[in-house]
């Protein structure tokens, strides 16, 4: 009997520890960062200092990390940290007196997504420590996803090297061994050894006037989630477009950079007017190589900016007031996991257009907003029921899939739809508000329902509720009262499509010239379906988009050479892809060339000819897209 129960009971324990562990796992929690290795419940990181060396010989930063961290669980023995790519060369504990002792450390197994996570065993000195630092030595992969290492032939100048960062979503840990999440806020202090006719800028204190010679110290005394944490090194040049702004680029880039973004001084102080004191001291703006991936990327106090906004019209700068945007609307208050990514995107496409608006005019939010709109609906035909909503379930996949129309323009009808109903006084002491509690820190999309609701829902006679707001987060589709962006400048521009498709009109009677990019963007989007290869060439020959200086327009124009097959356009359409490196411009040429049912094996090839320029992540983006095409 005594036999019986000294083994019943082991069992029982055995049993139900693996249930209990079973059912944490399958529960979703809404509010977990799933794409993180850290026990971010147990150690936070407060502090970063960097000392690197960039090599261009061998594609690598080495250096040491030393990460302050605090105790939250006094038990905890293990610190795991986040890592892809990276070769561990040591690791040492720092006490408080100074004393330094070595740490025992593994690297984990490697996942696809995440990388690898980084065991580091603490010695006995902290056990008791609520308070210490670890020194990693370490050695980023020439193939680190969050870098890129240009040739000089990649470069406007051509006679130096480049390189940059791109951390966000997850390739902080590529460069940086760390708790690569959203929800630890950390403060960073670098110093960065390059060759030393090269300058060094970071998302940090960067001083205009820091002169060259190869070693370049930083601060960020403000805490940002590790995302924010970048680095570029080259040719690069500073001049001012404000107190406040300026820009760096290539020295060749320079002056047309200059005259593009022109307003980002006036951009920044109507951004105080609006939504509240800016936190972080100048605001800067760095103009990248083609390859540079995004538009944008809101790196605090210096926005890393794709080329392929200088038009010579300032036509595209919302995407400047996209990224200073951020620096309220993501950077000070920050989406606590990728699943509540919209809280970032969908607020700054609200505050970009309330930027513009002033800036601009009224005219030229509406013809975005039409823009954008027209490629949410075309989204919601291929996304999913269940990633249509604002906050869906995220727990597998890659966070850098998860991004697009629906965050951005779903989260900005939210936002419209809300300042309609509460009047826009009403909405703009709300967001002041939202931005001074959260500030320096992180909210999920629960914790924004509970404090809208609190704070600007509960105002009386109120037409909205949680209830509402609620389909908006958690359900597909646009719910059937949301605003619908009307533009008249656009209709215009649509009804003269039709007219000169239908032979009313002439090329020569489209006051083109006279139109802003989006109408042009919007007349081309609004052509017909059947249209015959002569009549293209007529409206190409007399509006001349093929040779369009304007990036925008070109994608547009391209995507319908692509669908339609208007092949004499291909020689054109090839250099457009050969020019941009930037995937927003060239991502969708390339799935309309694939998917037209004749020219995958052409699309392949131009890929072919192009990819050695583009960034690592848009290569291997579109390389996914041609391979799917290929098993339609
Ligand atoms: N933060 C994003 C870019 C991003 C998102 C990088 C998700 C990695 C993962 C940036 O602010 C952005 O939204 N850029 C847009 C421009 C904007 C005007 C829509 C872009 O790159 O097109
Ligand atoms: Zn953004």
Redesign the pocket.
């Known amino acids: 009997m005594y036999e019986k129960v000294f083994w019943t009971i082991p069992l029982l324990m055995l049993l139900s520890a693996c249930s209990e562990k079973t059912s944490e796992q399958d529960v979703y929690d809404p509010a977990r960062d799933y794409f993180t290795f850290a026990n971010t419940d147990q150690f936070v990181t407060e502090d970063i200092t960097l000392d690197l060396t960039v090599d261009f010989g061998t594609e690598q930063l080495h250096g040491r990390a030393m990460l302050a961290m605090r105790r939250l669980d006094a038990n905890a023995t293990e610190v795991i940290l986040d890592t892809r790519d990276l070769s561990i060369d040591g690791a040492q504990l720092v006490l408080a007196d100074g004393e330094t002792r070595e740490v025992g450390f593994r690297l984990g197994d490697d996942d696809e997504i995440m990388g690898t996570p980084l065991f580091l065993q603490l010695p006995d000195a902290a056990a008791s420590a609520a308070n210490f630092a670890l020194n990693i030595e370490y050695t980023t992969s020439p193939d680190s996803t969050a870098l890129q290492w240009l040739p000089p032939s990649l470069t406007a100048g051509g006679e130096h090297p480049l390189m940059f960062s791109?951390s966000?979503?997850i390739h902080a840990r590529s460069w940086v061994p760390l708790q690569d999440t959203p929800a630890v806020r950390i403060t960073y202090e670098a110093t960065i050894r390059t060759p030393p006719e090269l300058l060094a800028v970071m998302s940090a204190n960067n001083d205009p006037l820091t002169p060259r010679g190869g070693e370049y110290h930083f601060e960020m005394p403000q805490p940002i989630p590790s995302y924010l944490m970048a680095i570029a090194v080259g040719n690069i040049f500073f001049a001012p477009l404000g107190e406040e702004t300026g820009v760096y680029a290539e020295p060749e880039l320079l002056d047309a950079s200059v005259f593009e973004f022109a307003d980002t001084q006036e951009m920044l102080e109507q951004a105080e007017e609006i939504f509240g004191p800016y936190e972080w001291g100048r605001y800067d703006l760095l103009v990248l190589p083609p390859s540079f991936p995004?538009?944008?990327?809101?790196n605090p106090r210096l926005s890393f900016i794709t080329p392929s906004l200088l038009a010579g019209d300032r036509s595209l700068v919302?995407?400047i007031a996209?990224?200073l945007a951020?620096s309220w609307s993501?950077n000070l208050v920050t989406n606590a996991t990728w699943r509540d990514?919209w809280l970032?995107?969908g607020m700054?496409?609200y505050l970009?257009a309330r930027l513009m608006e002033v800036i601009y005019d009224k005219d030229r939010v509406d013809e975005e907003r039409v823009l954008s709109y027209r490629e949410l609906l075309l989204d919601l035909e291929s996304v999913p029921a269940d990633m249509q909503a604002l906050a869906p379930r995220l727990d597998t996949g890659d966070p850098?899939d998860f991004?697009g129309t629906m965050h951005?323009s779903k989260g900005d009808l939210l936002l419209t739809y809300l300042e309609n109903a509460f009047g826009r006084a009403e909405f703009d002491r709300f967001l002041g508000e939202y931005f001074a509690e959260f500030a320096f820190g992180t909210i999920t999309s629960e914790g924004f329902l509970d404090y809208l609701e609190e704070h600007l829902l509960q105002v009386e006679g109120s037409s909205v509720g949680r209830t509402q707001v609620e389909q908006w987060l958690y359900e597909s589709g646009i719910p059937e009262d949301a605003p619908v962006p009307e533009s008249s400048t656009l209709h215009a521009a649509e009804a003269l499509a039709t007219e000169w498709a239908s032979g009313e009109v002439d090329v020569s009677e489209i006051p083109a010239t006279g139109w802003s990019p989006q109408a042009t963007r919007h007349f081309i989007n609004s052509l017909p379906a059947e249209l015959a290869a002569d009549r293209l060439a007529e409206l190409d020959e007399g509006l001349g988009f093929s040779a369009t200086r304007n990036a925008e327009i070109g994608r547009t124009w391209f995507i319908q050479v692509a669908e339609r097959r208007y092949t004499p356009a291909y020689a054109q359409m090839e250099q457009f892809l050969n020019r941009f490196g930037?995937g927003?411009l060239i991502f969708p040429v390339y799935v309309a060339l694939a998917e037209n049912g004749t020219d995958l094996a052409l699309a392949r090839e131009m890929f072919g000819n192009a990819r050695g320029a583009y960034h690592p992540l848009t290569e291997a983006r579109i390389g996914r897209a041609l391979d799917d095409a290929d098993r339609k």
């Open positions: 791109q966000q979503a995004y538009g944008g990327m809101e919302s995407v996209h990224e951020h993501g990514q970032n995107e700054t496409s970009e850098d991004q951005y930037r927003r």
